[in-house]
């Protein structure tokens, strides 16, 4: 224990070795104090200072033929010693900035550093805002909203049996990798360069065909490190997420459904499938349970989001685990549904707003949501498109939405460009300020100043 603590203690000190380039201006911020200090303790009229200005004054004279007043030169050693110790904390400042950019691999640029760690420390003292769902849509949010807070932590569903995840669940006996990888990648630092790499499949290669670059990272931090929490913790690391990434369980779960017609549809990627009315879904073990820091993330938010996300295959999976819609309801934070913007053929045909509430609502057994978030504003040049595959725009009806004990907030929150998705921007702007409506106890009807979201680039 000792010899820890003395290794602690020299490593603290390892910024003074040779080569490190800020011993020297600690020098010149030690000399700009003693300057300021001295000038300091001249204003003083005792003994020893006024001895001291006579020196010089002296000097002064003699050197440099001035006639210098006393009270000049105390004012100039001040201000010369705050000059000196402001140009040397610059400076060293500056090395320190450069020595992080070269080992991050960020750019060079010190204006910008300074900038990026600015907005990293607000982003530090944001709300604690919790996102509970999968798939798409939780990845949507999760992008907007990690322009307001680092302070996020996505409780995401692990139920997906399809595709990539799929076969690395069963084939290594891992947790679906799929919308846990999407999660990380939304909250990633350099976003752009890590879809790129992360989404990237394999077209060809026994074994790999199929499979996303990202799914085999995660499975090869999990075989690395032997435990799939600790591979996410690394991989989060490694991609420098703004926020945390939790699965919803550690149980491997199947996701089954049972439709109205009798039929009982086991896995999540075969319920679509099925095109039958659900009445419930439920997981198979029932008696599977969330981590700890889910739970404890839950308590300590200041807001909890629901969606946006597949109804019955994203939403509702997680609030199935046993004890997560308790803790979700007992948390005194707000909790905020966010509905889809168009059904989903095979799941939620013909669901209204309130109708995608009822079905949570069923699922926990009674009211968990404070606010729901609905689009107002169906889509335009993707309609037809969508109307082909059966899927149309959720109805917003906000008199069944207040009958049901939730605030309704309308905003236009649609992107379309290959798909009709939320925007992350304004959706994360709709959030934002529902949650301070909230905290000054607004009344039945929350405002969303759209107009100004509308302004937003989105980047």
């Not at 210098?68 to 004012?75: C, N, Q, R």
Request: with cysteine; hydrophobic share 40%; glycine share 8%.
């Amino acid at each position: 224990m000792l010899s820890k603590l003395f290794n602690k203690f020299l490593r603290s000190f390892r910024w003074l070795l040779p080569g490190m380039g800020v011993k020297r201006w600690i020098v010149v911020l030690i000399f700009g104090l003693l300057l300021f200090s001295t000038g300091l303790m001249l204003l003083n009229s005792n003994k020893a200072a006024l001895e001291l200005e006579l020196a010089l004054q002296n000097i002064c004279a003699n050197t440099l033929g001035l006639k210098v007043e006393s009270l000049t030169i105390d004012w100039a050693l001040i201000l010369l010693g705050i000059a000196v110790a402001w140009w040397s904390a610059h400076c060293g400042f500056n090395v320190i900035l450069e020595t992080r950019a070269e080992q991050s691999g960020q750019p060079a640029d010190r204006q910008d550093l300074v900038d990026l760690m600015y907005e990293r420390r607000q982003l530090s003292h944001g709300l604690k805002i919790v996102a509970i769902g999968g798939g798409t849509g939780l990845s949507t949010l999760l992008r907007g909203l990690k322009r307001h807070t680092s302070n996020i932590t996505a409780i995401v569903s692990v139920s997906d049996n399809g595709g990539s995840s799929g076969r690395l669940s069963k084939e290594l006996g891992i947790l679906p990798p799929g919308d846990l990888r999407h999660c990380m990648t939304a909250l990633a630092d350099d976003e752009n360069l890590l879809n790129e790499l992360f989404c990237y499949r394999f077209h060809e290669g026994e074994g790999l065909e199929g499979h996303s670059f990202g799914n085999l990272f995660l499975a090869a931090l999990t075989d690395i490190y032997g435990d799939f929490e600790e591979a996410l913790r690394k991989g989060s690391q490694v991609l420098n997420i703004c926020g945390r990434v939790i699965p919803a369980t550690l149980t491997p779960t199947t996701l089954c459904a049972q439709l109205a017609d009798g039929r009982v549809i086991r896995g999540e990627s075969e319920i679509p499938e099925a095109h039958g009315q659900i009445n419930k879904v439920y997981l198979e073990p029932a008696q599977c349970t969330p981590p700890q820091e889910v739970l404890k993330a839950i308590q300590e938010a200041d807001g909890i989001i629901l969606g946006p996300g597949s109804l019955y295959t994203s939403v509702i999976p997680p609030l199935l685990i046993n004890g997560l819609a308790e803790a979700v309801k007992k948390a005194k934070a707000p909790k905020i549904y966010v509905c889809n913007v168009m059904t989903q053929p095979g799941e939620t045909d013909k669901y209204s707003a309130a109708d995608h509430l009822k079905a949570i609502n069923k699922h926990v057994g009674g009211n968990i949501a404070n606010y729901v978030v609905v689009n107002v504003a169906p889509p335009n040049r993707l309609r037809k498109k969508y109307q082909k595959s059966g899927a149309h725009p959720i109805k917003a009806d906000l008199s069944q939405l207040r009958a049901l004990g939730v605030t309704p907030i309308t905003a236009n929150l649609v992107n379309e460009s290959e798909l009709v998705r939320h925007d992350p921007v304004y959706l994360a702007e709709t959030i934002i300020d529902t949650l301070a409506a909230h905290r000054s106890r607004s009344t039945e009807v929350i405002p969303i100043n759209f107009e100004r979201l509308k302004l937003r680039v989105l980047k």
